[in-house]
């Protein structure tokens, strides 16, 4: 059964830290990008950051360029999202997900068909 867990979303203040995890099972790991992605209350999901284990692409949204950062376990088939000084706007349910290949120059939300169940993250202000 393909499976991806993800987990570590919480409550922080303006400039806390938060670690995302996302545990893939059931899929050949070394085959997938895998992305993290976030939706707002009355927004579009959005591409947060990618990382891409086939071929070691990588993407991140410039909003989150110099706060966050993805990295891999690949013992542990676990893909982590460092999320430090947080911003209020940083506030949405964030879902990872699985496509076969490289990271996109864009990722969008509709390309993938592999998701996570999603972790809220609230910043509060």
């Known amino acids: 059964e393909v499976q991806l867990q993800a987990s570590g979303g919480g409550l922080v203040q303006t400039g806390g830290s938060l670690r995302l995890s996302c545990a893939a099972s059931?899929?050949?790991?070394?085959?997938?990008?895998i992305t993290w992605f976030r939706q707002a209350p009355g927004k579009e999901r959005e591409a947060v950051s990618c990382?891409?284990?086939?071929?070691?692409?990588?993407y991140s949204a410039d909003f989150v360029k110099g706060r966050f950062t993805i990295s891999s376990n690949n013992a542990k088939n676990t893909v982590y999202l460092e999320m430090n000084n947080l911003e209020p706007e940083d506030t949405a349910v964030y879902y990872c997900?699985?496509?076969?290949?490289?990271?996109?120059?864009?990722?969008?939300?509709?390309?993938?068909?592999?998701w996570g169940q999603g972790t809220l993250v609230t910043v509060s202000s």
């Open positions: 997900a699985a496509l076969l290949g490289y990271c996109s120059p864009y990722p969008v939300y509709f390309e993938y068909n592999l």
């Open positions: 990382i891409s284990h086939y071929d070691g692409s990588t």
């Open positions: 059931g899929i050949n790991y070394d085959d997938y990008a």
